[in-house]
């Protein structure tokens, strides 16, 4: 945004489907990828005398995301029915929650390992339990512009936690969004797939111009079901320019007559939002309580217990590793991000190899290569922590230089083999100490001119001594290599 005199002020809504076997207020399964409308019930289609009554496990993880966002929990709370008419609402109402939500002011903390901005707190307004939609289905591209409705969505649990509008970068919005993600993945609250529907975003977006004589704030957008981190950060860059040059055609700022929240949506075909209606207000659903479904009471004690059995969350993970390994937070980010076992994996190389840093670097280059290239998680990796661990710690005890270790690593993932085994089987063995310095000193004997250049000041010329050893005994160690030969010509007269 360095390129427009404005600040981007971005809030987001994001709604979080609840890992649970069934829906909210019905026994009818979440199970992705059934055949449309085979998982619907009188209840969840709304028909007429069908009562709801609601799933227990939904509030539950609903409640541990509220506490884990360090929001307030108050004690009673209850459902509301947000009434709007879409053709894939079949109730023509939403069960959601209104003017006393199941938790308010919270807070999530951000970093970029990059640097790009300072760590900050993101403010929670709040975090509420609602009933999914339906699923309209648009066939545009066969030419018949026909629509049809599948069901199996509606009444599936929800948590829409909705952000203060603290966010001013698209880099910002990421960190957000993947911390947010990664934090209800380690919970097990959702599991966050994004192409299965059980992650969506609405962007709410401004900009404040810094004009002569003040700032003004353009109206404020919202950009509707954005699916993927791509599409969400492309969204808000393009409407960001959108507003600045309506702006500077129109002149008008935010609160003029004639200007109006608008809501739009992302072709990223095209690159561009567009226009779909203007914004609603909270008058315009006709908000009131539900008279079929009871408030819910939670008990202080039930919010303690919440916090008292959480588990240890990615941003504490991320500072322990930092603090007890010593490795950097770019390394630390990206431990965590693949997730709790692979947090537990790199631990135990750590231990064994007796260097935080360069098992850091082993876990986060070689092993995250090798399940990149077959597809594997974690589970299906060969070798166990023990075994890398133990490959490590002879690279730290200079026992086994980088090139050769690597071929080690990857004869033992290709044989499932450890450290030793595969060292014989390559022919690899560590060289005695006083057969490598005979071998420097013949080297260094027989190479008059490249010990003159290195006493000439070029150091670099001993690469070719190091070179020479390797074709004689490829077990020698280059770097060791390296040290005696710059020690004996330093001895030479």
């Not at 600045?244 to 002149?251: A, D, F, R």
């Not at 631990?347 to 986060?364: F, S």
């Not at 250049?453 to 001594?465: F, I, R």
């Amino acid at each position: 945004m360095a390129d427009y005199p404005y600040d981007l002020i971005v809030g987001l809504e994001t709604h979080v489907q609840l890992k649970t076997r069934t829906k909210l207020f019905c026994g009818c399964s979440t199970q992705f990828g059934a055949p449309p409308n085979t998982q619907t019930c009188p209840v969840c289609i709304g028909m007429p005398g069908s009562l709801p009554v609601m799933n227990r496990r939904a509030f539950e993880l609903a409640l541990t995301a509220a506490v884990a966002l360090n929001c307030e929990i108050p004690e009673f709370t209850k459902w509301d029915r947000k009434q709007y008419y879409y053709p894939d609402l079949p109730k023509g109402y939403q069960i959601s929650q209104y003017d006393l939500p199941m938790s308010r002011n919270g807070w999530l903390e951000i970093h970029d390992p990059k640097g790009r901005f300072a760590p900050k707190r993101v403010g929670i307004i709040r975090a509420h339990l609602e009933e999914d939609a339906g699923k309209s289905l648009h066939d545009e591209v066969a030419g018949r512009a026909d629509s049809r409705i599948d069901l199996n969505r509606t009444g599936t649990p929800l948590i829409e936690i909705v952000s203060a509008p603290d966010l001013r970068s698209t880099e910002e919005v990421r960190a957000y969004l993947t911390e947010l993600k990664l934090l209800l993945t380690y919970l097990g609250v959702s599991d966050c797939n994004m192409q299965e529907g059980s992650l969506r975003v609405d962007a709410n977006v401004n900009i404040h111009i810094h004009a002569p004589g003040g700032t003004v704030a353009t109206p404020i957008v919202e950009i509707k079901n954005l699916n993927s981190f791509r599409f969400i950060e492309r969204a808000l860059a393009y409407e960001a320019r959108r507003q600045y040059e309506v702006w500077q055609q129109t002149g008008k700022k935010f609160g003029d007559e004639g200007t109006f929240k608008q809501t739009r949506g992302w072709d990223d075909a095209r690159g561009v939002t567009f226009a779909q209606r203007e914004k609603e207000e909270s008058s315009d659903y006709r908000y009131f309580p539900d008279p079929d479904l009871c408030p819910v009471i939670t008990p202080a004690a039930e919010v303690e217990r919440v916090r008292r059995e959480m588990i240890e969350l990615p941003a504490a993970i991320r500072r322990r590793l930092e603090a007890t390994y010593g490795i950097p937070a770019y390394d630390s980010d990206v431990i965590v991000a693949q997730g709790r076992a692979f947090v537990d994996y790199y631990e135990a190389v750590a231990q064994v190899a007796g260097d935080g840093k360069k098992a850091a670097n082993w876990v986060t280059q070689e092993v995250l290569r090798v399940l990149n290239e077959h597809g594997w998680e974690l589970a299906r990796f060969p070798l166990p922590a023990a075994w890398l661990g133990e490959l490590v710690r002879r690279v730290v005890a200079g026992e086994l230089e980088i090139t050769r270790a690597k071929e080690v690593f990857n004869d033992m993932v290709a044989h499932r083999r450890t450290a030793a085994e595969s060292m014989q089987a390559l022919g690899i063995a560590q060289v005695d100490a006083a057969e490598l310095e005979a071998l420097c000193r013949e080297l260094v004997a027989a190479n008059p001119k490249i010990v003159a250049d290195v006493k000439g000041g070029k150091q670099q010329a001993v690469g070719a001594l190091v070179g020479q050893a390797k074709k004689k005994n490829p077990n020698a160690n280059p770097n060791e290599v390296r040290r005696i030969c710059l020690e004996l010509i330093a001895q030479s007269g």
